[in-house]
């Protein structure tokens, strides 16, 4: 009797000491899982230490298609093959995936998802908005990509996204020069100016030069909001602002052909440069 007393006892304190095992694992678990809910998803990072972000691009047209929805898909895949040459040019496509940096793009919802560091998404996105609209007129350049070199690729890059950069002895006295095709809502950083396009505007409809651009001009000492005609410049701190071409399209919408100088010893406002 005194042996099944004792086996019976036994029996009893190993179910305790199993039930309160199996409650501690439970309890454990749950405290770590609460505590990397907390701390929140960590961000890979490139081998020289820049972190990884993800991008979505829509790359469906501003404009309507009336011919087919297999145009807006190539429209879609030419931004995206060269998007992909911006970012993978120098490195390579299969070097940069190994790294994190990757792409995926659905032809079905015409959605683009860029996982890369952030400066490159900028980029990318500067480009996606200043691609012409499908249906526009507009100039194309055939490059046999095999035989260019990295200048060549640059320049060519340039063209594509409306961005044309002169050296000191192609812009005159004064220094480098820049000009963009912008949007509104588009942005043009030159040296340490930021130029953001507002509004396009339509004033007088049987004056093709009275057209006008709303514009947030930024540098590091000045903010202002600036309205410049067609044709004219103006002058903030060190830099000359000239609107080339400005084309309305209605609603403040359109696009206006911007140039920027350095100019230190500029100041005023300049006339009209032609009629």
């Given at each position: 009797m005194r042996i099944r007393h004792?086996?019976?006892?036994?029996?009893?304190?190993a179910l305790i000491i199993l039930g309160i095992c199996a409650q501690s694992p439970a309890q454990n678990t749950t405290g770590r899982s609460q505590e990397w809910r907390t701390r929140g998803p960590v961000m890979p990072k490139t081998a020289d230490g820049a972190t990884l972000q993800v991008g979505t691009f829509n790359l469906t047209p501003r404009t309507p298609i009336s011919e087919n929805v297999e145009q807006a898909r190539q429209f879609a895949t030419s931004i995206v093959e060269v998007v992909k040459t911006m970012l993978y040019s120098q490195t390579g496509e299969s070097a940069a995936n190994a790294a994190g940096r990757k792409l995926w793009y659905d032809p079905n919802t015409l959605q683009m998802t860029i996982t890369d560091t952030n400066e490159n998404l900028r980029a990318v996105s500067d480009y996606v908005k200043s691609v012409v609209a499908v249906g526009k007129k507009g100039r194309s350049d055939v490059v046999l990509l095999k035989?260019?070199?990295?200048?060549?690729?640059?320049?060519?890059?340039?063209?594509v996204t409306g961005l044309e950069a002169?050296?000191?002895?192609e812009g005159g006295a004064g220094g480098q020069s820049v000009t963009k095709t912008?949007?509104?809502e588009g942005e043009l950083t030159f040296r340490d100016l930021r130029i953001r396009v507002t509004k396009i505007n339509q004033?007088?409809?049987n004056d093709k030069n009275d057209d006008d651009v709303e514009m947030v001009l930024r540098t590091p000492t000045t903010s202002e909001d600036?309205?410049?005609k067609e044709f004219r410049s103006e002058f903030i701190d060190d830099y000359e602002i000239n609107v080339i071409e400005?084309?309305?399209s209605g609603n403040n919408e359109g696009s206006a052909r911007i140039e920027v100088r350095y100019?230190?010893?500029g100041t005023g406002v300049v006339a009209p440069t032609r009629q």
């Open positions: 004792t086996a019976s006892a036994v029996g009893m304190m035989h260019q070199t990295a200048s060549d690729m640059s320049g060519l890059i340039n063209r002169t050296s000191p002895a912008l949007r509104p004033n007088d409809v600036r309205t410049i400005v084309r309305p100019n230190p010893q």
